[in-house]
């Protein structure tokens, strides 16, 4: 049985990790997988419109998941990142509107800041949310699929995304679908680059991506993705509007018969 000073000494390798996971999100299709949720889910798009948000960083240990929620001592402080809440809300934007603004800031700064916090260039919430906004300017998404020739309101095969932006890029990275059970179409809503503990952009071999929120992930001649290689990628501009028809069976008897007899006084 060990001693409580071995647990004590042992519990740093619990939140040990090797990379940064950075997290860019497409506000479009959030905005579709948060209505697909509920039918009275509306969203805060960014604006402009054409831009890709940060999702979050995630420090990462190779082949596993996590670590997360490393300090739950360490509260989320809107206050520390005042100077930079303007830029938040607009490029590290909650799109759920039902949701309080700052919901994702919390979530992101309780589960994965604290153990960001580790390192002391990113040890309080302004540094850990400015970080995220050095990165976007250098590496948006918006800028690099557009120089890849991807862009919005078309259509794609799985490797022309990922060839197109590895170019660009130069280093691996994951691509993540949302899948629209409704229309059978798979939608592009996140991408994600990696970087070392001294925030290099690195190669994001090594990352494991299976538990429940990435579920079928899997490498499809080497990119790491959940997207239905045998079927396009939206790149939507606009969030598709659903047309739900209700089948002629289940109509009500009356109703059918009174549309029935409709049709047969118009055609008289």
């Not at 932006?165 to 679908?177: R, S, Y």
């Not at 899997?218 to 990119?223: A, H, P, S, V």
């Not at 939206?234 to 549309?259: D, N, R």
């Amino acid at each position: 049985m060990k001693r409580t000073d071995d647990l004590e000494k042992d519990e740093p390798l619990k939140h040990d990790f090797d990379i940064f996971i950075f997290t860019q999100s497409w506000p479009v299709s959030v905005c579709l997988k948060w209505k697909e949720q509920s039918s009275g889910n509306e969203c805060s798009l960014p604006s402009p419109k054409e831009i890709w948000t940060i999702h979050g960083i995630w420090p990462t240990k190779l082949n596993t998941i996590g670590p997360a929620f490393c300090n739950n001592s360490a509260k989320f402080d809107p206050n520390q990142i005042k100077p930079i809440e303007s830029q938040l809300e607009q490029f590290w934007k909650n799109v759920e509107k039902n949701t309080k603004p700052e919901s994702l800031w919390q979530h992101e700064w309780q589960k994965h800041g604290t153990c960001a916090a580790q390192l002391p260039i990113l040890d309080n919430e302004n540094k850990y949310f400015g970080q995220g906004l050095k990165w976007l300017q250098k590496y948006s998404m918006s800028t690099l699929l557009a120089q890849a020739n991807i862009i919005p309101g078309s259509a794609y095969q799985l490797e022309e995304i990922y060839n197109g932006l590895k170019q660009v890029l130069g280093t691996d990275f994951a691509l993540e679908c949302m899948h629209d059970r409704q229309s059978g179409k798979s939608y592009l809503i996140e991408i994600r680059i990696c970087f070392t503990k001294e925030l290099k952009l690195t190669d994001c071999d090594g990352i494991l991506l299976n538990n429940s929120s990435t579920k079928g992930w899997k490498k499809l001649k080497n990119i790491l993705t959940n997207c239905n290689a045998k079927k396009e990628i939206q790149y939507p501009s606009v969030v598709p509007i659903k047309y739900v028809e209700s089948p002629v069976w289940k109509i009500p008897f009356v109703q059918l018969y009174k549309l029935v007899k409709m049709l047969q006084w118009i055609t008289l």
